[in-house]
């Protein structure tokens, strides 16, 4: 028998991204800063429901994940037929690069998460990659190559640089896109961690039916391994996204989790408290060490450009305990940039300590 599948299946390869599992590799006992995770890690309310939920995973979850879902209203303040959620934000973003992007054209900035080309290649979609290290400072160029009827792509704050665009130029490009009947995907991830900036666009998706927002519980809420996140958009592109979803994707400890963290709002204040004082910090101790420089960064992570090689400095660092994101991989940079998380002040000193001694 002959296997047979889509080309694009056959040309696909898997992105490589952070983590203690990152490569194939098992590092745990490792201080890891290279997922960007809260730097106040997960509510000990969510740490408690677990443990009193384990002896209840022999049932199905919800398939429908109402309760998440009543949360979610409550907490973005939208109609819950404007809300999707998924087995993580990524299983929202490759539904809808099925759903609506089949062998469209799609504009990304580059360097971006790396998984926007990944799921629209496997969609068959056509690529115009606009290179910028602040998409900021080049909005009415970028605004010029929208496709039409296409799909732009857009993460703010942006991974891996940790630039952020105004809600004002989101609207342009927004607007730009739907006279070009071009959807705008835009990825807010870790728009909750931007400490002083609100620039989230979600309630736009009432006056924009072209717009969708992803969102995500892993970054902000610290629950990485538990893998939760949802999409903001008009109520026909959630529709569709309801139907593609698979059967009890999202499951029953990670809807209980998601709950409990929607209700602590002390929680976001309580990291962007430790980002803002301990980003200030890292960039002034990382520009007195010789060979690298920060880049400005509004949110819990930073890229730094570095003389060295990417991967040398991380198998040095990893001598020392410290994992730290190689971003070579990265579409738009090359071998002398790293990233690494904003975390706890102890933990920051370890990275400082081991970056001065390989430097």
Known sequence: MKIRAKSSILKHHPISHGGRFSGGNQLIDVLDFSSNTSPAGMPPSVKSAIKKRVDEMEYYPDTDSLGLLSSLKKYTGLSDSHIVVGNGAIEILYN????????????IPTPTFSEYESASKLADCKFTFFKTMNLSKDVDSFISQIPKNGCVFVCNPNN??????????????????????????????????????????????????NLFVLRSLTKSY??????????????????????????????????????????????????????????????????????????DSSTNFILIKTKF????????????KILIRDCKNFRGLDNHYIRIAVKSHKDNLKLLNAMEAVA
């Open 96 to 107: 809808f690069c099925t759903a609506f992007l089949s062998k469209k054209r799609v504009l």
């Open 160 to 209: 891996p640089t940790g630039t952020l665009l105004s809600k004002t130029q989101l609207g342009k490009i927004i607007s730009a896109a739907k006279n070009k009947s071009s959807f705008v995907f835009v990825d807010e991830c870790f728009i909750e961690l931007v400490p002083e900036s609100n620039q989230s666009i979600i309630k736009l998706v009432k006056k924009y039916d």
């Open 222 to 295: 610290g629950l990485a391994g538990i893998r939760i996140g949802y999409g903001i958009g008009s109520k026909k592109i959630v529709d569709v996204l309801k139907k593609i979803k698979i059967p009890w994707s999202v499951n029953a400890l990670a809807q209980e989790a998601g709950i409990l963290a929607l209700k602590n709002k002390l929680h976001i204040r309580k990291s962007n408290s430790i980002i803002k004082k301990e980003s200030n910090f890292l960039k002034n101790k990382i520009a007195k060490i010789s060979g690298f420089e920060c880049h």
């Open 309 to 320: 090689d990417s991967t040398k400095i991380q198998k040095k660092l990893l001598k020392h």
